[in-house]
């Protein structure tokens, strides 16, 4: 136990995790030259770490941003089209004729429009 050779926490990775952890720690590299400074250069290299996930989740959030309104759109027009559909097929089964069955079909469009 004396002269045994410590196994290192990274070991106990899975696979993926050692290849992220080895690209995270690729993008702090470019922060060397400030963590070195600190007087703790392991917290520091984790807050630039952090620095760096940051950026990549703002990237994510502005990719996200901007497909969101174009599916917001699709999603729109899918609905109108799917009312439209129903609205057909539920006229032509009913036939509605008095305005009050024209009112229930409506209220049966509505109701199915929730599924």
């Keep these: 136990m004396l002269f045994e050779k410590e196994e290192d926490w990274k070991d106990l990775l899975s696979e993926d995790a050692k290849k992220t952890l080895a690209e995270l720690l690729d993008k702090t590299k470019q922060h060397r030259g400030a963590y070195t400074q600190a007087d703790d250069v392991?917290?520091?290299?984790?807050?630039?770490?952090?620095?760096?996930?940051?950026?990549?989740?703002?990237?994510?959030?502005?990719?996200?941003?901007?497909?969101?309104e174009p599916?917001?759109?699709?999603?729109?027009?899918?609905?109108?089209?799917?009312?439209?559909?129903?609205?057909?097929?539920?006229v032509e089964i009913v036939k509605p004729e008095e305005e009050a069955q024209r009112e229930a079909t409506q209220k049966l469009v509505?109701?199915?429009?929730?599924?």
């Excluded at 807050?47 to 901007?66: G, I, N, Q, S």
């Excluded at 509505?110 to 599924?115: G, P, Q, R, T």
């Design 42 to 68: 392991k917290i520091a290299q984790l807050w630039t770490a952090l620095v760096e996930l940051r950026k990549e989740m703002a990237e994510f959030t502005d990719v996200v941003k901007r497909i969101e």
């Design 71 to 90: 599916f917001k759109a699709i999603v729109a027009i899918g609905e109108a089209e799917k009312r439209k559909a129903i609205e057909r097929l539920v």
């Design 110 to 115: 509505d109701s199915l429009m929730k599924f």
